[in-house]
């Protein structure tokens, strides 16, 4: 296809809309991570989109697309750089070596890919267009192999995208949907382009349908990680499903009651007490059991009689310790009957 020469007005605007999306997209995302203190999401998916804006923006500057879009690989490389760095310090990265790694990589991709556009014009403009095609085939590649950890973590997680903000995703969504406009609005539409951005839009819409999906299904348990004042994804590490590898931290499955089926019970529990009347010993949240030893235990739950129980039984969660220590129990809470705490059997 030959280079873009007369740009309408309306290609102009939708690019820009998309360009000032993808402006802010990771923001929400950097933010997440910040707030949480989290490298859950996978640095492999932003490393890879990194690298794919390079010759992407190579490939869209030799194709004098629009400005605007013209701008939006140079800027969401610089995003990615950026979180991919903050996953890299979350994870135990000192802050002068994630500096480094990042600044290198990010002065190694500009200069690859002004070397990019400098040897593709020349015979792009006397009608040799495969290097180019070429080009843009290998960054389409890229950036739908980066989504595809996060169809992987869907798998692992039953529907769940560890330390995914959908925020961002909806925003990235939004950015590849106006840019799609942005080429139809051209003079001439560039098939490639726009299956990219396509195949950008399916993508993305599938990983926020299973995320949220997993939200409505999964709604009390997002309401008990809320109650403790932790992250969810912090939750669900703490208390692992039964059989299911824990894919944060890639632990082994274990046996035992889940995250799920706690947060129901955590709720059932909190509705039988608040019908009981007052004066019974209130359950602690997950992280008091988490964070605490017998002492702080005792505290939680009222207790005041001698106990044995050692700092590591509570610290696991054991149900039966619980309800062996709770001066008035719960009706039909024992271990078997309890399956959604740690140390319960299944139903």
């Known amino acids: 296809m030959a280079p873009q020469e007369d740009i309408p007005m309306l290609a102009n605007v939708f690019g820009t809309i998309g360009t000032v999306l993808w ?58 750089l950026g979180t991919w760095g903050q996953i ?131 709604r009390r348990l997002i309401a008990a990680a809320k109650r403790a004042k932790i992250p969810v994804d912090e939750y669900i590490k703490s208390f692992p499903a039964s059989g299911e590898t824990n894919s944060l931290s890639g632990d082994a499955p274990v046996s035992g009651g889940g995250a799920i089926s706690t947060a129901n019970n955590y709720d059932n529990d909190v509705e039988a007490r608040a019908g009981a009347g007052a004066g019974e010993p209130r359950r602690p949240e997950p992280a008091a059991l988490r964070e605490g030893g017998a002492q702080e235990w005792k505290e939680a739950t009222g207790v005041t009689a001698d106990s044995e129980t050692s700092s590591a039984d509570v610290s696991l969660g054991s149900a039966t310790t619980w309800a062996a220590q709770c001066a008035t129990p719960l009706p039909s809470q024992t271990a078997t009957e309890r399956p959604g705490w740690p140390g319960g059997e299944k139903e």
């Open 23 to 80: 402006c802010i997209q990771l923001i929400p995302q950097i933010y997440k991570n910040w707030r949480d203190k989290s490298g859950n999401l996978s640095p492999t998916m932003v490393y890879l989109w990194a690298i794919a804006n390079v010759p992407f923006g190579a490939y869209e500057i030799v194709q004098k697309y629009n400005i605007p879009v013209q701008m939006q690989p140079e800027i969401f490389c610089f995003l990615c």
């Open 88 to 218: 890299l310090y979350y994870r135990g990265r000192s802050l002068k070596r994630t500096l480094a790694v990042v600044l290198s990589n990010g002065l190694a991709f500009g200069g690859i890919e002004a070397l990019l556009i400098l040897t593709l014009r020349g015979p792009y403009e006397r009608g040799i267009e495969w290097p180019v095609f070429f080009i843009g085939v290998f960054a389409a590649i890229l950036l739908v192999i980066g989504l595809i950890p996060l169809y992987i973590d869907l798998w692992k997680c039953k529907g769940r995208a560890p330390g995914l903000s959908l925020r961002f995703m909806l925003v990235d969504f939004s950015g590849a949907f106006f840019s799609l406009l942005s080429l139809i609005a051209q003079n001439t539409f560039d098939p490639f382009g726009g299956a990219l951005y396509a195949a950008i839009l399916i993508l993305e819409l599938g990983i926020m349908a299973s995320q949220l999906i997993w939200n409505c299904r999964h």
